[in-house]
């Protein structure tokens, strides 16, 4: 049994409950952006292998395969993602191949700072009560408007 599970944030945390419970069936997380043809192609070619897809938007993909379609609700809690943006490019204006992110990187990439020095940025101080801190926000020049541009 293939199990594919495109259930946004929590696609691997559902992947390894089945997993626990199913220890035989092959069960992974594979993200979903069909965000252009070239992309929406690669991820239905994938689609085709499996048997069950767990997932909690982009339905209309599977309509043409023989697999089974579970809807896993889709719900939010920004706590999660408390300093969530959408990326744009610098370049184009136009949102970026994977575009939901979080202003840490996007702020350390437009800044040039190393992968370690930007996981530093991950910490009590920057996330405080899970949320995004305001003043540390400003202090890393991460600024209100909902995007980013790389």
């Given amino acids: 049994m293939k199990i594919v599970i495109s259930a946004m944030c929590h696609s691997a945390g559902i992947a390894v409950a089945l997993k626990s419970y199913f220890p035989s069936w092959d069960v992974k997380p594979l993200p979903i952006y069909p965000y252009n043809d070239d992309e929406r192609n690669k991820f239905c070619e994938e689609l085709k292998s499996c048997d069950i897809w767990v997932t909690s938007s982009f339905y209309e993909l599977a309509e043409k395969l023989d697999i089974r379609v579970l809807k896993a609700p889709l719900f939010q809690f920004s706590g999660f993602h408390p300093d969530l943006c959408y990326a744009k490019s610098k370049k184009t204006n136009e949102l970026t191949l994977h575009p939901y992110n979080s202003r840490i990187p996007v702020w350390a990439f437009n800044n040039s ?16 009560t899970g949320e995004f801190n305001h003043e540390v926000q400003h202090g890393l020049g991460i600024h209100e408007t909902p995007d980013a541009v790389f």
Avoid at 116 to 121: E, G, I, P, V
């Fill in 113 to 128: 700072i190393n992968v370690y020095q930007a996981a530093k940025l991950y910490n009590e101080r920057v996330y405080k």
